[in-house]
Nanobody, 114 residues
Framework: VQLVESGGGLVQPGGSLRLSCAAS????????MRWYRQAPGKERELVAT????????NYADSIKGRFTISRDNAKNTVYLQMNSLKPEDTAVYYC????????WGQGTQVTVSS
């Protein structure tokens, strides 16, 4: 199993970023996928979840209405569109797949600062 995140970077408050997570090594379309984030000195936080076929999504209250999780099962990729970014969104963002155990990507840094 391999999960590779991309799309992070430095953005000003109010800006947008789209994160991608390319998955391989398992049947992607059968599994719910998740995005987590971890800010310095804080615990890893569940941000968003999407069902295996994308029909059901859930979001943390802190990002509801600003972030959108989606997936393309033909490309084995899950996305996180982040709009109206705030400094408190600064964190390393991780993609997660829960098979018989949890699998994680290497993370992608998102920094929101003027």
């Amino acid at each position: 199993v391999q999960l590779v995140e991309s799309g992070g970077g430095l953005v000003q408050p109010g800006g947008s970023l789209r994160l991608s997570c390319a998955a391989s090594g398992f049947t992607f379309s059968r599994y719910r996928m998740r995005w987590y984030r971890q800010a310095p000195g804080k615990e890893r936080e569940l941000v968003a979840t999407i069902s295996s076929v994308g029909g059901s999504t859930n979001y943390a209250d802190s990002i509801k209405g600003r972030f959108t999780i989606s997936r393309d099962n033909a490309k084995n990729t899950v996305y996180l569109q982040m709009n109206s970014l705030k400094p408190e969104d600064t964190a390393v963002y991780y993609c997660n797949a829960r098979l018989s155990e949890d699998y994680w990507g290497q993370g992608t840094q998102v920094t929101v600062s003027s």
